[in-house]
């Protein structure tokens, strides 16, 4: 399916689009990249939409990337005599291990781990951040602390701790069995909560073993800390707001965003926004307009991705959400203000051949009248590379590799084609000519840009370049 636009879409699949007539009237809408998420829903029914998005791709021949996101560690509360407890401003009040039942003056915190971890003055959050603790005095088993800010806590609760790296494991014992659940069922990319260091994503990678592309969401201020160490481990990045916003302070989040956003941009590796972008539509057909503009901003940034939660998943418009982001995606990058955000936060990166020529087609596309940049890819890299140009015409990926262009479905402006296998550059040119002219991104006589490695079929060897007419003539002359 062709998209009139760059960025891509995420929609979260869940109770309210569990259904092939839903998933499928969702990608026709506009998503490209289905998540599920492993927080909630069996294996039995991840494993049924699993098989609900290959038969669309297969009857829409059309590629869809499937992203499976991990739990991660769950920190909460134990539970309350009375089911909940007014907390007031200035109060104290204390976390430790001991499981009775807590009150006013204190409840149990049944991991160790933080504990071990904790320091007087730093912070616990509790409840999406809602509640925030200083803690005074602490040791093995306990915390004491002060309100600062007080409210209603109850039975497990989520609990953050903003200010300490936890030593926690990066994979639960659910984490691990989903990881090879997901592997094994054929999902593209596998998305882990929580990060706070590289170390995380290279535990992840040994487990993943090729299968998946791996994906790093950046949630926690120590994942912001390290978060050259994490992109260089990581195959792709997710900007995860929802609990950024709670360990961060609001203000440092738009910031923090952009950062990340150029950082993976200059990597050559795909980015996500992701979190509450259109929080309204879980319950109205209608977004709000500062919501919209929190869309429009995250693609004039560049951002390969932006992402449905709730709104897709559960809300009672997923569809109508879908066709939201779709439609702004589309007004945002026919502004000329947006082309001109996008060059102008171009950082030239020029330390290989690839580089060089991926840079060439670019700069050709733009000085000439050409239609496509279409790349030979094995692994996606040429893709991936030629993405980060943000070049002002379509990226076609021709590749004989499935899963590369499933993959691919997540990077900006990238269309992929599955082809058989290539000996020679010549039979390359044919093939990308007929992609282009088959798929409507030329007609006959346009001209298209074509890159590709010799020797072919191995990856990161892009160094050879060509301007192609798209003609009848060069098909015909290429098969006699």
């Not at 409840?107 to 160790?112: A, Q, S």
């Not at 929080?279 to 004039?300: G, L, Q, W």
């Not at 379509?394 to 290539?422: D, Q």
Request: aromatic share 4%.
């Amino acid at each position: 399916m062709r998209r009139h636009r760059n960025v891509k879409i995420v929609a979260t699949l869940g109770p309210a689009s569990s259904d092939y007539e839903t998933i499928k009237a969702l990608h026709v809408a506009g998503a490209d990249v289905f998540r599920l998420n492993m927080s909630h829903g069996s294996h039995d029914e991840i494993a049924e939409r699993h098989r609900i998005i290959r038969q669309i791709e297969n009857e829409m021949s059309s590629p869809i990337a499937i992203l499976a996101d991990l739990q991660g560690p769950k920190l909460r509360v134990g539970v309350f005599a009375n089911g909940e407890e007014d907390l007031s401003e200035g109060a104290p009040f204390r976390f430790d291990l001991n499981e009775a039942e807590g009150d006013a003056s204190r409840v149990c915190l049944p991991h160790p781990e933080i504990f071990q971890a904790l320091r007087a003055g730093a912070h616990l959050l509790v409840n999406d951040g809602k509640i925030r603790m200083r803690v005074e005095e602490c040791g093995a088993d306990f915390a004491n602390c002060s309100v600062v800010t007080g409210g209603i806590i109850s039975n497990r609760k989520g609990v953050n701790v903003p200010d300490v790296v936890l030593p926690l494991a990066a994979l639960s014992e659910k984490d691990r069995a989903d990881l090879e659940f997901v592997c094994d069922l054929g999902v593209d990319w596998l998305a882990l909560s929580f990060v706070q260091r590289s170390e995380d994503v290279m535990e992840a990678r040994e487990l993943v073993r090729g299968r998946a592309a791996v994906l790093s969401k950046i949630e926690k201020p120590s994942a912001v800390e390290q978060f050259d160490a994490i992109l260089k481990a990581s195959d792709g990045i997710m900007v995860a707001r929802g609990d950024l916003g709670v360990e961060l302070p609001v203000q440092n989040v738009p910031p923090i965003q952009k950062r990340l956003i150029r950082a993976c941009r200059a990597a050559a590796k795909p980015v996500i926004v992701a979190t509450q972008m259109l929080e309204s539509m879980i319950d109205s057909p209608m977004p709000t307009r500062a919501e919209v503009s929190d869309v429009a901003t995250a693609i004039y940034e560049g951002s390969d991705a932006i992402m449905l939660s709730a709104e897709s998943a559960a809300g009672s418009y997923p569809v109508q959400a879908v066709q939201t982001m779709n439609n702004v995606a589309i007004e945002v990058e026919s502004d000329a203000t947006y082309r001109d955000i996008i060059e102008a936060s171009r950082r030239v990166s020029r330390s290989s051949i690839a580089d060089g020529i991926v840079s060439a087609a670019r700069e050709i596309a733009e000085t000439a009248d050409v239609k496509a940049i279409c790349c030979f890819t094995q692994s996606g890299t040429t893709a991936l590379l030629v993405s980060r140009e943000r070049p002002r015409v379509p990226i076609l990926a021709l590749t004989p590799v499935v899963e590369t262009s499933r993959r691919l479905a997540l990077s900006w402006g990238t269309t992929s084609i599955v082809t058989v296998e290539k000996q020679r550059f010549k039979e390359a040119v044919v093939s990308a000519v007929r992609g282009a002219l088959s798929e409507g991104y030329a007609e006959e006589n346009d001209q298209i840009v074509v890159t590709a490695g010799v020797p072919f079929n191995v990856p990161g060897t892009t160094n050879i370049l060509r301007v192609a007419p798209c003609n009848e003539r060069l098909i015909y002359a290429a098969e006699s």
